[in-house]
């Protein structure tokens, strides 16, 4: 495919953008990482989309849509679909321009989301909690403009969103002090990576573009695969900022052409950059924010190399801490889940320790006795010292033949825990 056969969002187009934003969405500072860069050995900057007042970029592509509107479309109203950013940066236009806004959104929805959107929002925007998932939301959104006239204000598929986005492209070239080896970015539905695509492959070619999405949502990965817009039938939605079912089809053929590729990145090790960013730099990002950062040892070798990563958001609720720290254990190989049977009399939990290496620890037990029965299940919860334990474990259990089950790569059973 050649650059005639894309349409590339022009920088032109871009720069317009820009200007409109000018006071509304905040030049995010480009900050070295000094972990990072010695971590690898390479000069890293992390692009703070983060310290934008509502906590992410999206702001940028909502803002420059619906400053394209005309009067009679900002008279009707507009409307929209989100689970999170999208629905805050909406919100934030529509009271900065005081246009009516609709948001709809799941009624699974975290309430700190709802209440930012609400915050944001003000007088000028009605939030429409329905359905369990984002679809159930966006099919009424979309009924909803149909008869009332509104306009749909997507959160990436329409070029003004794209253009939006792409300023985040110019504010990198603008503060970057030498060229720019890689530029490595979270993808979702594509509105941020088309937009810094069609930037960078006008502005620096020679800067080779990453895109970033987990491994439960690989939408543009896929797409690109198969060499067509392809629907996922189910999703992980925990990176929520980046997990979507389809991609925008302005988006795609953009993001096929300027990216050298697409990386997959695990949900729990995505868990541990989290915490990692917080213990080591105190940064609060959400998941699809250290998607990033997340990637950096799966890109080979870094040395000497001029690194952006932008960091995308920094939405997450503290109600999701034990849950990340879960999956992040879990992912490191530290932490497992056993249903074990246990002989019904006094001392078989004591004799069980016998079981645990000098560094290990039990962090969750249950048991029901059941008084007709020999033995009886118990649910075990265990962290390791180290990850190299786990076959010592295994094998200790297998000489005292305890009879057990694992738990940890069954996903149904696993939610039931965290």
């Avoid at 016998?354 to 969750?364: Q, S």
Wanted: hydrophobic letters at 40%; one cysteine or more; charged letters at 25%.
């Amino acid at each position: 495919m050649t650059d005639t056969d894309v349409k590339l969002i022009s920088v032109e187009e871009v720069i317009k953008a820009r200007h409109q934003l000018r006071g509304v969405a905040l030049e995010t500072p480009l900050m070295r990482s000094t972990r990072l860069s010695k971590q690898y050995n390479a000069d890293i900057y992390l692009k703070r989309e983060d310290l934008q007042e509502v906590r992410s970029y999206k702001i940028r592509g909502s803002y420059n849509k619906m400053a394209s509107l005309s009067s009679e479309e900002k008279e009707r109203g507009v409307v929209c679909a989100s689970a999170g950013n999208h629905a805050q940066g909406l919100a934030y236009a529509c009271n900065a321009m005081q246009v009516n806004g609709v948001i709809f959104m799941p009624v699974v929805t975290p309430s700190q989301k709802v209440r930012k959107v609400r915050m944001f929002g003000g007088d000028y925007v009605e939030v429409v909690l329905i359905g369990d998932t984002y679809d159930d939301a966006y099919s009424e959104s979309m009924r909803v403009a149909e008869e009332r006239g509104l306009t749909y204000v997507h959160p990436f598929d329409d070029p003004k969103t794209i253009a939006g986005q792409g300023t985040v492209g110019l504010e990198i070239l603008d503060a970057a002090t030498k060229p720019i080896d890689m530029v490595v970015m979270a993808v979702g539905g594509g509105g941020l990576s088309a937009g810094v695509g069609s930037v960078f492959r006008q502005l620096s070619p020679r800067t080779t573009l990453i895109g970033v999405e987990p491994t439960g949502a690989p939408a543009m990965y896929d797409s690109i695969r198969l060499g067509r817009i392809v629907t996922l039938d189910k999703i992980d939605s925990f990176v929520d900022g980046a997990a979507v079912r389809r991609v925008g089809t302005h988006n795609f053929p953009i993001v096929r052409e300027t990216f050298e590729k697409i990386e997959l990145v695990d949900e729990g090790k995505v868990c541990g950059v989290m915490l990692d960013l917080y213990n080591e730099d105190g940064l609060v990002v959400e998941p699809a924010g250290a998607l990033s950062i997340a990637v950096l040892d799966q890109l080979g070798d870094l040395t000497g190399k001029h690194i952006v990563c932008v960091v995308s958001g920094g939405n997450n609720d503290i109600t999701r801490t034990p849950e990340i720290q879960e999956r992040a254990l879990m992912y490191a190989g530290l932490k497992h889940y056993f249903i074990v049977e246990f002989p019904q009399r006094s001392g078989a939990l004591r004799d069980f320790l016998d079981v645990l290496g000098p560094e290990d620890d039990i962090t969750h037990f249950e048991y029901t006795k059941k008084h007709n029965r020999a033995m009886g299940p118990a649910l075990v919860g265990i962290q390791l010292g180290k990850r190299g334990d786990f076959e010592k474990l295994l094998e200790r259990m297998e000489n005292r033949k305890l009879r057990y089950e694992h738990l940890n790569d069954q996903p149904i059973l696993f939610e039931m825990l965290i």
